[in-house]
T-cell receptor
Framework: DQQVKQNSPSLSVQEGRISILNCDYT??????FLWYKKYPAEGPTFLIS?????DKNEDGRFTVFLNKSAKHLSLHIVPSQPGDSAVYFC????????????FGPGTSLSVIP | GAGVSQSPSNKVTEKGKDVELRCDPI?????LYWYRQSLGQGLEFLIY????????KSGLPSDRFSAERTGGSVSTLTIQRTQQEDSAVYLC???????????FGEGSRLTVL
């Protein structure tokens, strides 16, 4: 049973436009969410996180939105750049109980110049 | 080095052989994870060590898989009697606390012939 879902395996966006990557989760106990970016042949790197007490967190071109009632979060990248082309993983954990971090299957983003 | 170090970076083995994969986490990090990524798949959780607590082994796919973490630092993932379906990139990650950002190594690519 997949607790963290990313239903779009891939996404193509024109350079300069907004990229929106979506993530859904099933475990209502999750209270901490993270996004990671992965280039080929490299380990994933942390991008941005959000705690369940917030509904938005912004860091430069990256913004994560959390809708707890819908158990949905999204990552917005604006403007998108070719260097953003990578696989993006959504992850979640129950921070308050030090539980393990569970990752979604990833979405491959291609930003077309 | 300052990052998570994994070895070997590449391992080719014959079906039925045992393999050991090593992870050297960032110094002082109390949490250590093993994930694996099979071709075209997401990050599959394998095992999680947090301080002196008993490890969470709930993600290990079979009893051929085991892991240990000695002295709260270096971890070894052992796969006995390897099968072709064990072929994947095995990623190690560590975190200062169980609830913080995970720092990943570059992975160990295992190919079972």
């Amino acid at each position: 049973d997949q607790q963290v879902k990313q239903n779009s395996p891939s996404l193509s966006v024109q350079e300069g436009r907004i990229s929106i990557l979506n993530c859904d989760y099933t475990n209502s106990m999750f209270d901490y969410f993270l996004w990671y970016k992965k280039y080929p042949a490299e380990g994933p790197t942390f991008l941005i996180s959000i705690s369940s007490i917030k509904d938005k967190n912004e860091d430069g071109r990256f913004t994560v939105f959390l809708n707890k009632s819908a158990k949905h979060l999204s990552l917005h990248i604006v403007p998108s750049q070719p260097g953003d082309s990578a696989v993006y993983f959504c992850a979640a954990s129950v921070k308050t109980s030090y539980d393990k971090v569970i990752f979604g299957p990833g979405t491959s983003l291609s930003v077309i110049p | 080095g300052a990052g998570v170090s994994q070895s070997p970076s590449n391992k080719v083995t014959e079906k039925g052989k045992d393999v050991e994969l090593r992870c050297d986490p960032i110094s002082g990090h109390t949490a250590l994870y093993w994930y694996r990524q099979s071709l075209g798949q997401g990050l599959e959780f394998l095992i999680y060590f947090q301080g002196n607590s008993a490890p969470d082994k709930s993600g290990l796919p079979s009893d051929r898989f085991s892991a240990e973490r000695t002295g709260g630092s270096v971890s070894t993932l052992t796969i006995q009697r390897t099968q072709q379906e064990d072929s994947a990139v095995y990623l190690c990650a560590s975190s200062f606390t169980a609830i913080g950002e995970l720092f990943f190594g570059e992975g160990s690519r295992l190919t079972v012939l």
